[in-house]
């Protein structure tokens, strides 16, 4: 169970009616985020206590809050975006963590900080703050993240069936993910490819 202040819960409501897509996206993130640690964890691969898994959980959900602070036309936008515009949107993960640090028990802090800020970095310093040293948790995140981006429709593109959504994260056409990563990823969304 996840527990989310009034102010988390304010938020993501806020994110609901302000960016339908983009807590939906937030929602499958989390989703497939749970079914990775499960399978991790029984694998032994990962070690994460309950706490830990919610604490992930919970950045995972509130990942994108700071979409909040970015105009709709940019978010919403069905071509391509100038570089002022994509400057906005590389401000909300900063956005993201800055929304929700206060609300955050000592604990889960460190964890939902590190999914917030670098949820977009790969193990390659690609990403928005070319961060290599990346904690699993966020690269879970990260590749769960790139899934949901792919594999479900956006406003601006349709989406990619499950074939092709693997291919281009196994190929880095989304940036560098540890084939580990994939290999628990596929395994968690595998139902999505039948």
Request: aromatic residues 8%.
């Amino acid at each position: 169970m996840i527990y989310m202040s009034e102010k988390l819960k304010a938020l993501m409501d806020e994110l609901k009616v302000n960016s339908s897509e983009t807590y939906y996206h937030s929602m499958n993130v989390k989703n497939t985020a749970v079914k990775m640690l499960r399978l991790m964890n029984e694998d032994g691969v990962t070690h994460y206590t309950k706490q830990e898994v919610d604490a992930i959980c919970k950045g995972a959900l509130l990942h994108d809050v700071g979409k909040l602070w970015v105009k709709n036309v940019i978010l919403t936008k069905d071509s391509s975006l100038t570089p002022e515009e994509m400057d906005d949107i590389r401000k909300h993960p900063a956005a993201s963590f800055e929304a929700v640090k206060d609300e955050l028990s000592m604990d889960e802090y460190e964890i939902v900080k590190n999914i917030c800020l670098y949820h977009h970095e790969r193990i390659d310093g690609g990403g928005y703050a070319h961060k290599k040293d990346l904690p699993m948790h966020v690269q879970i995140v990260s590749a769960c993240d790139v899934f949901s981006a792919l594999h479900y429709d956006r406003v601006y593109r349709k989406a990619m069936d499950y074939d092709e959504t693997i291919r281009t994260l196994e190929e880095g056409k989304s940036g560098c993910f540890a084939p580990e990563i994939i290999k628990y990823l596929k395994k968690a969304t595998a139902e999505a490819g039948k």
